[in-house]
């Protein structure tokens, strides 16, 4: 056997050992790649089922307590109603309702929630929003 021969069988060899790298590496991109994936929908899913047991706790307790479902229906008539601890008690949950919708705006400006997702979100702050906008024109 000559030199050339043993040479170009190295080569092949080497070719050889190149290609099957290139597969394997190929191979293990796409199953990070698939990982990586599930791993983002995993933390999407759980974004949004935190925002919304967040908002059904809110609502909840609104719900079960009278005193807070009278605070609310109070001051859509105006803040001028509400003494100065129902003032509090209001702009406490007013602020708790407004940090949930302000993760949401967050998770979905990152690309957690989707827009189909968010609208509904927003819809809901929307609503609250009028509300809140109704207060502030009653005052002014």
Known sequence: MNWDAIGAGAELLGAIGVVLSL???AAQIRQSTHQTTL???A???NAL???VSAAGTFNLEVA??????ELVVKATGGLHTLDAVERLRFWMLYGAAFENHQNAF???SQGFISDEHWLHVRTGRLTWSR???HIERTVG
């Open 131 to 133: 509300g809140r906008v």
């Open 64 to 69: 079960r307590d009278p005193g807070l479902a």
């Open 43 to 45: 933390v999407s899913t």
């Open 39 to 41: 791993s983002i929908q």
């Open 106 to 108: 967050t998770l979905h």
């Open 49 to 51: 089922q935190q925002i």
């Open 23 to 25: 597969i394997y590496l």
